[in-house]
């Protein structure tokens, strides 16, 4: 009997221990803007701080003009690089191995190829801590080969890191439009294949009602 008391206790607690251990891992609830402005400032971040070591093989340097960016600052942001070439790292994979011991991911389809979406890009972003032997590490991703890009772990107080986490959530905001650009376009167009099944369910009535009233 206690034996199996004993037992039932392990089960429960490691149920517990699993249940929290989910909880945990869940991405944090945090509202990630999707207005213009914050896809836009989240664009430059991603290009000036992540593309020295992550890519977007999807995305190309003339497609961020759906952003608002100008010729001159598309001009500024792709360097000598053609407006149909996709935002590539200027560093090797090869280069990037010996250096991180792994190449970083590219990053086009990121926000929507993770759990938690554009929310769990915000937290590795903002995950960085100092731990008691002075190395940084990741709450969201611990052994995270990245460094912290945004010197997160060295923020103190409100005042430094509320605008990181801007900084983060903008960044955030970008990659989850280039998972998926075309999303507006997409949306816009739906409107008007609606407006096109609804014309066409009324033809389609009255040309019944014409057809049927033939017959006795």
Known sequence: MKRLKFAGLCIFLGMAMNQSLAVAAEPADVEIPQSPAAVRRGAEVITNVCMACHSLKYIKYGALAQLGFNAKELDTMRGGKSLKEPLVSDMSPDMLKEGFGVVPPDLSLMAHAREGGPAYIYEILTGFYHKPDGSVDNHAFPGIKMPDVLNFSD????????????????????????????????????????AYLLVLTILLYFSKRKVWARLD
């Open 155 to 194: 923020a103190e107080g409100p005042a430094q890191r509320g605008p990181l986490e801007k900084q983060a959530r903008d960044a955030a905001a970008f990659l989850n439009w280039a998972a998926d650009p075309h999303a507006a376009e997409r949306h816009h167009l739906g409107y008007y294949v609606l």
